[in-house]
């Protein structure tokens, strides 16, 4: 296969393997802060207010990024919760298998948001685009190096002082910056393919029940219309 850059040179982690000659290897602890977020319950959930995010939320809802919140909490409830940051890199700090432990999504929210307890926040404190943390964070090698940290037998576990440790590989700004419009652009349209194919399997299943329910010759074929 063909490469993209003309040098390359070991990076020095073997999740990673060889990166561009011209990028650099960064912990996680020289990007920013580790701490834990923490607050309230699921009780707390109302239809209007402020963004919430949830450590399960990471699991279920979020890839990478976070552009939008699941649940929401009122203004009288926030006191009991940490306020994030645009920016900010939220881990799940527990998880039922060793291989999804640390899931990971970086905030892009922009209007005051919250977590709740059982997440671990890195906030940064170096230029770096917060689009591309969020993807170079939850890559198959970062998952590898945060599936070798957990801890637990029933329920897997992981501190921000393991995920510290956690190496990425970092090119210039410029690159970081083009390198996450790509990955939204192609993560976009692989969403809209799954959603077509998700389509076209629910008008076979009307399809398949109608034939089923309708007498032979009679079969409505119009749920194959687009």
């Not at 000659?21 to 009780?43: D, P």
């Not at 170079?136 to 393991?162: F, L, N, W």
Request: net charge negative.
């Amino acid at each position: 296969m063909k490469q993209a850059y003309a040098d390359y040179r070991a990076s020095g982690c073997e999740s990673v393997g060889d990166i561009p000659a011209h990028w650099r290897m960064l912990e996680l602890g020289r990007v920013g802060s580790f701490f834990k977020g923490g607050g309230g319950t699921k009780e707390d959930e109302t239809d209007v207010g402020h963004p919430c995010v949830r450590y399960g939320d990471l699991y279920t809802r979020h890839e990478h990024c976070i552009t939008e919140s699941r649940s929401r909490i009122s203004s009288d409830r926030i006191g009991s919760y940490t306020e994030l940051r645009y920016g900010d890199l939220l881990f799940a700090g527990s998880g039922e298998t060793m291989e999804e432990i640390g899931k990971s999504a970086v905030n892009l929210l922009r209007e005051p948001a919250f977590c709740g307890g059982d997440v671990i926040i890195l906030r940064s404190d170096v230029n770096i685009d917060a689009a591309f943390l969020g993807y170079a964070a939850d890559c198959g090698p970062s998952r590898h190096q945060k599936s070798c940290m957990g801890r637990g037998v029933t329920v897997m576990h992981i501190y921000g002082s393991e995920l510290k440790y956690l190496a990425i590989p970092v090119p210039p700004l410029d690159e970081q910056r083009a390198i996450a419009a790509y990955l939204d652009r192609e993560t976009a349209r692989i969403d809209e393919l799954i959603s077509k194919q998700e389509l076209l399997i629910e008008r076979l299943d009307e399809y398949r029940v109608a034939l089923e329910a309708a007498p032979i010759g009679g079969a409505d074929f119009s749920v194959f219309r687009a």
